[in-house]
């Protein structure tokens, strides 16, 4: 008797061959029915199982919705994520939409699926509510101190809105948040989707990535907040996006490229003149080199830097952009009264005369024993730095928490810290400089590496100069510091020596490294003598993460208890000469103050009379660190409760992924 069966072949099975092979087959295909059957079970259990936790069998409230932003100018990229809200939500997949201008960007680590509709602007430039969340993203994924893990928890998808008319810069938001936030550690679950307002299919492109992205999510666990990797690992999510299945990005070879400047005398000469002077194998027409070259431009460019002229730079610090939100000002705010959110941070000089391990910029700016370059005018220098500093605050107008009044007051600087990058008392007309600000009423924080003793000397009276005081003997300084000069332990002490005839406020600025200068109590203390500080300012190390040139590790960053135990035995041996004075628990720094000057009936002075300091450096007569002194407040003193934040500032407490000393 014979057989047909539809979907196989036409065959006998009247034979014991053909019986077993259609038993073979019919097993094969009960198990592969099986399997997928009990796979998917096991998928909805896994999920449902993180959903409902044991305790007490009701769901678990706490796990957030993913977010669904848009970036909108004109309301295009609103109006569509509206609809894409809507098909999420009749889909059974919970999201919040959000509009990126009132959205902190500093939660994105706390978010585990987020969806972005960007909309391009003018320029390739986001809408102007968008610019603090572009420039925030931009800035975290190039500052190697965030790190790529800052988004290893959250998935995420960009739709973006542009028009094709525009050629290169088509979509050019939703491309750079892609890449930003793959290059902090997010997991794209689906390739960008890229639709033209004036292709005329706009709709039908971003109706079929929409559905995507809920088979996506469907088919992948990702509902409700559920991460891939509570999902039923190797679950039916085939077609989640992998960066493997495109072709890897193009770096731009600037981007990594760290060079030198001597390394870099000589290379072919960039294809545009950097001013009026012509370039022949790295040198200007007069015969001196511009300091910054197109490389090292571009890399202190990336990392924020405004560059002025051919040897200055300028940038926002972190803490100026904190405290014009009202979130509290830097450890210079709680040891001295700075006000943070009207300070300027800029140098002179990008060159330096060593390459530190803690270096911040990973030894992107150049180096040099020297002046040896092309000189920029002081007037212009500081012209230009209060210019490029105004236009980076003005980019915070609409800053959720930045206020009016706190923005007026961040456009009339009253701080200088020359302490950005490089050697800024390398500069030949630093004294000109210093008196362009002073007659500014700006006040100068100066730091300087200790390696220009007579800088040190024929400099003009500042409001506070620092000494770096890396190490505190010869071989941990050269393996600290990895100084240029071969008499560098001899630079270093005679520029600790220099302080002593300044009558103004000096500092010595002590940097903790674990395992690299932590156990040399009694040569850093010998050290004090030489240059009898006002101030000792003790800070453990900021972690900058590893590269070619510096190996550090978490290992060698210590916590503020450490500081705290390092400081307390060190004024313990001044026996009474230095006390600890202020903390800032935040920048893990403490200050030793002298006290027998500023410490006055029990209570210290450690912060400055800004508008004292100015009437004397006016009335041209000489004056001394105590004449222009102001009490501290009792919130910013060594053990207060508060550990040195500013109770009129609204404390803001990020997560941590890391535990806490115990």
Known sequence: MKRTYPNFPAMSFSSTPARITLLALLSATSIYCFYRSRRLKLLKLSVNANLIPQSNGQPDVSLKRGKLFFVSQTGTSKTLAFQLHGLLTSSGISFELVDVKSYEPEDLAKESLVLIVASTWEDGKPPADAKFFANWLAESADDFRVGSLLLSECRFAVFGVGSGAYGDSYNAVARDFSRRLRGLGGNEILPIGEGDVDGGELDSVFEEWSRKIVKALKGSGLENGVSAEQSFNGGIGDEFYSDEDEEEEEEDDLESVVVDLEDIAGKAPSKKSGGAATQTNGKLSNGLKEMVTPVIRANLEKQG???????????????????????????????????????????????????????????????????????????????????????????????????????????????????????????????????????????????????FPDKIKMLNPITQLYVSVDAATKESLKAVDRPLFGDFWERFTDSLTALRDKHQRTVYRLTLVKGWNTE?????????????????????????????????????????????????????????????????AHSCCVLLAKTDKFKVNGQWFTWIDYEKFHDLVASGKSFDSTDYMAATPSWAVYGAEEGGFDPDQARYRKERNHRPKP
Not at 436 to 442: S, T, W
Not at 526 to 534: A, H, K, T
Not at 544 to 561: I, Q, R
Not at 562 to 581: M, P, T
């Open 305 to 451: 830097y405004k560059i002025l002229g051919s040897h200055s730079g300028v940038k926002i610090c972190r803490w100026t952009k904190s405290q014009l939100r009202g979130r509290g000002g830097c450890y210079k705010h709680s040891f001295y009264g700075i006000e943070s959110h009207r300070c300027m941070e800029a140098t002179p000089s990008l060159a330096c005369a060593n390459k530190c391990v803690f270096c911040w910029r990973h030894h992107t700016n150049p180096v040099g024993k020297s002046w040896q370059w092309k000189m920029d005018h002081a007037l212009e220098i500081v012209n230009s730095a209060l210019d490029q500093h105004r236009k980076m605050i003005k980019q915070m107008k609409g800053v959720p928490g930045v206020t009016q009044e706190r923005l007026a007051e961040g456009l009339s600087p009253r701080h200088c810290a020359l302490s950005l990058v490089g050697e800024p008392i390398m500069y030949p007309e630093i004294n000109t400089l210093v008196d362009e600000l002073h007659k500014r009423r700006i006040s100068t924080f100066l730091v300087t590496n200790a390696q």
């Open 520 to 584: 040399e109590l009694d040569a850093y203390f010998e050290l004090f003598s030489l240059g009898q500080p006002d101030f000792v300012e003790i800070k453990g190390v900021t972690y900058c993460g590893s590269s070619a040139t510096s190996k550090l590790t978490m290992e060698n960053v210590p916590w503020h208890a450490d500081v705290k135990a390092f400081s307390e035995a060190i004024a313990l041996k001044s026996k009474g000469e230095y006390e600890v004075a202020c903390e800032h």
